[in-house]
């Protein structure tokens, strides 16, 4: 267990419809990162956040977004879903800004039909 | 922006032999680079990094080499067990500045399979 919380586990829905991710990072993270994990793409880096700002961000559709709150969770916000978003959500943790391990959740597992 | 390109896909190896992992990169910012290992329907792990001012790191049966002017690192997997079976990612991070930060590029994945 890596201390990273990700839910829901599986999430199953429509074309068109909105879902929203919610990761929890380790006690003590401040960095969270989004990646989405797809048989044809790989991992794919979508955005990361410290202590509440955006630091960066990756090929990250315009139709999601994220963001971090005070109490550190982040929350990632899929909408206009299409069946090509159908992929594995990991949220993963570091401590720092840069150059620390990042402590990967046990992902979400979205389907669109 | 960074790209990360890694071979071989799929790797087997008979359990004791070496396995090596190759991945080059495009970025010369780039200036650590991390494995991770993914077991199927798992999340990836860490398994070792290497930052650019060292050339080599080893950790028990795993090490890394990393080459700054040809801009290739490697992954070294000695005497191979079952339980090393997974999905091996390698990735670099890229800190020119402006937006980089924390952004990792992974490569494509390795299947590794040790045959008992």
């Known amino acids: 267990d890596s201390g990273v919380t990700q839910t829901p586990k599986h999430l199953i829905t429509a074309t068109g419809q909105r879902v929203t991710l919610r990761c929890s990072p380790r006690?003590?993270?401040?960095?969270v990162y989004w990646y989405q994990q797809s048989l044809d793409q790989g991992l794919q880096f979508l955005i990361q956040?410290?202590?509440?700002?955006?630091?960066a961000k990756g090929n990250i559709l315009e139709r999601f977004s994220a963001q971090q709150f005070p109490d550190l969770h982040s929350e990632l916000n899929l909408s206009s879903l299409e069946l090509g978003d159908s992929a594995l959500y990991f949220c993963?943790?570091?401590?720092?800004?840069?150059?620390?391990?990042?402590?990967f959740g046990p992902g979400t597992r979205l389907t669109v039909l | 922006g960074e790209n990360v390109e890694q071979h071989p896909s799929t790797l087997s190896v008979q359990e004791g032999d070496s396995a090596v992992i190759k991945c080059t990169y495009s970025?010369?910012?780039?200036?650590?680079f991390p494995w991770y290992k993914q077991e199927l329907g798992k999340r990836p792990q860490l398994i070792i990094d290497?930052?650019?001012?060292?050339g080599e790191k080893k950790d028990q049966r795993i090490a890394v080499t990393l080459n700054k002017t040809a801009k290739h690192f490697s992954l070294h997997i000695t005497e191979t067990q079952p339980e090393d079976s997974a999905v091996y990612f390698c990735?670099?991070?890229?800190?020119?500045?402006?937006?980089?930060?924390?952004?990792?590029?992974f490569g494509q994945g390795t299947i590794l399979t040790v045959h008992p």
């Open positions: 993963a943790s570091s401590v720092a800004l840069v150059y620390n391990e990042q402590f």
């Open positions: 970025d010369s910012a780039s200036n650590y």
């Open positions: 290497i930052r650019s001012n060292v």
């Open positions: 006690s003590g993270d401040l960095s």
């Open positions: 956040y410290y202590n509440g700002e955006e630091r």
């Open positions: 990735a670099a991070l890229s800190n020119a500045g402006g937006t980089s930060y924390g952004k990792l590029t």
